[in-house]
């Protein structure tokens, strides 16, 4: 079973649409994540929820919003897309508390906007 | 100021060597893990191996080995024997205590493995 499941893999999709983004884990991790890796690879995290609750809410478009019906999904609403938005689109998931616990991440989104 | 710092935007090894991938981070947390994380080509994110700030030994996973000098604060992966299949993107990450333990990751380096 995968741990950290995204859904879709690949989306494409044209300027001004809305889209989501499906998230689902069942390690029973309490934290969820949402990051975005531009064309450099650069990993830079967008929102974590724990338990449900908003934790960290970077520097985001409100155009971009997280969903959290249960500790086991996290997911992410795009609306009125824009082509600067084409990046890939990472979940991920960690224990908390816990330094020694990394993040298990989803495979990725990639979304390409058009 | 960076909290992890990679130098290295790319990499070559030749196959059968061992590589050093440089890694320093920024913290004034006594409590910390250390992280390195592989991409391949195929862009899924795999855990590689783990150094908390109080462990006394480097850590190793079979081929990959944290060379962890605290003063320095450095935290370099060293992957012996080299395979074609290392060829990725390689992000090292710090995990802190005080900041409510989020992830700050590196720009990561490309190491390529030649045959």
């Known amino acids: 079973d995968t741990a950290v499941s995204q859904t879709p893999k690949y989306l494409v999709t044209q300027m001004g649409n809305d889209k989501s983004i499906k998230c689902e884990q069942n390690?029973?991790?309490?934290?969820m994540y949402w990051y975005k890796q531009d064309s450099k690879k650069f990993l830079k995290i967008m929102f974590s929820?724990?338990?449900?609750?908003?934790?960290i809410n970077e520097t985001v478009p409100n155009r971009f919003s997280p969903k959290s019906p249960d500790k086991a999904h996290l997911n992410l609403h795009i609306n009125s897309l824009e082509l600067g938005d084409s990046a890939v689109y990472f979940c991920a998931s960690s224990q908390d508390p816990g330094l020694n616990y990394g993040y298990t991440f989803g495979s990725g989104t990639r979304l390409t906007v058009v | 100021a960076q909290k992890i710092t990679q130098t290295q935007p790319g990499m070559f090894v030749q196959e059968k060597e061992a590589v050093t991938l440089d890694c320093t981070y920024d913290t004034s947390d006594p409590s910390y893990g250390l992280f390195w994380y592989k991409q391949p080509s195929s862009g899924e994110m795999i855990f590689l191996i783990y150094q908390g700030s109080y462990d006394q030994q480097n850590a190793t996973e079979g081929r990959y080995s944290l060379n962890f000098q605290k003063a320095r604060k450095s935290a370099n992966l060293v992957i012996s024997a080299s395979q074609l299949g290392d060829s990725a993107m390689y992000f090292c990450a710090m995990r802190e205590r005080n900041t409510g333990n989020q992830f700050y990751f590196g720009t990561g380096t490309s190491l390529t493995v030649i045959p």
């Open positions: 929820y724990n338990n449900k609750e908003l934790i």
């Open positions: 390690l029973g991790h309490d934290t």
